[in-house]
């Protein structure tokens, strides 16, 4: 069946804007967790959902950081008024539900210039 | 909160011989011990995990170590291939919580031919 997918691939966005980054996680699943990832580091927590409520937020950076996942699948992470330190991979991952095996995106790589 | 140090952040091996990779995590209620193999570019992927009511798990050319009592775990490779050539990450988490994973930094394995 079709894996986690993460739209866009890539974006590229200049400093001060506003961005979206979209998570399809795996059919069924109800647990999904955001992620982001730093060249030559391990993935930091930032999210994480189980069904549509956000169970623990507590990796957000600080509040230009939310998400959504308003139907219990689809999520969306949005980022104001960004910042070049904000640039990274974002991985999406999902799972049966808290406590199994989490599938991973292939990622959003931003850049923020 | 939880804090998990991976070493050796880099690996290289002969083709043929074992490769070990340790991580050490502080949080004592961590539970759930993944570890996942990232090629160039693309997602990470789970390898095998090990929960905490066991001592040792294996798959194949794979194994993973527990000791709770010193808070350190470990991934054996065994036999090794050029096709495991990739960055490796340890996360430690608590199971209830699953999605609150800590990664490691890596360790980047290469397998020479």
């Known amino acids: 069946g079709a894996g986690v997918s993460q739209t866009p691939s890539n974006k590229v966005t200049e400093k001060g804007k506003y961005v979206e980054l979209r998570c399809d996680p795996i059919s069924g699943h109800t647990a999904l967790y955001w992620y982001r990832q730093s060249l030559g580091q391990g993935p930091e927590f930032l999210i994480y959902f189980q069904g549509t409520g956000a169970a623990d937020d507590s990796g957000l950076p600080n509040d230009r950081f939310f998400a959504v996942r308003p139907e219990g699948s689809v999520s969306t992470l949005k980022i104001q008024r960004t910042e070049r330190g904000d640039s990274a991979v974002y991985l999406c991952?999902?799972?049966?539900?808290?406590?199994?095996?989490?599938?991973f995106g292939p990622g959003t790589r931003l850049t923020v210039t | 909160g939880e804090n998990v140090e991976q070493h050796p952040s880099t690996l290289s091996v002969q083709e043929g011989d074992s490769a070990v990779i340790k991580c050490t995590y502080s949080d004592s209620a961590s539970n759930y011990f993944p570890w996942y193999k990232q090629e160039l570019g693309k997602r990470p992927q789970l390898i095998i995990d090990?929960?905490?009511?066991?001592g040792e798990k294996k798959d194949q050319r794979i194994a993973v170590t527990l000791n709770k009592t010193a808070k350190h775990f470990s991934l054996h490779i065994t036999e090794t291939q050029p096709e495991d050539s990739a960055v490796y990450f340890c996360a430690a988490s608590i199971n209830t919580n699953a999605g609150k994973s800590t990664f490691g930094d890596g360790t980047t394995l290469t397998v020479k031919p």
């Open positions: 991952a999902s799972s049966l539900s808290d406590g199994h095996e989490q599938y």
């Open positions: 090990i929960r905490s009511n066991v």
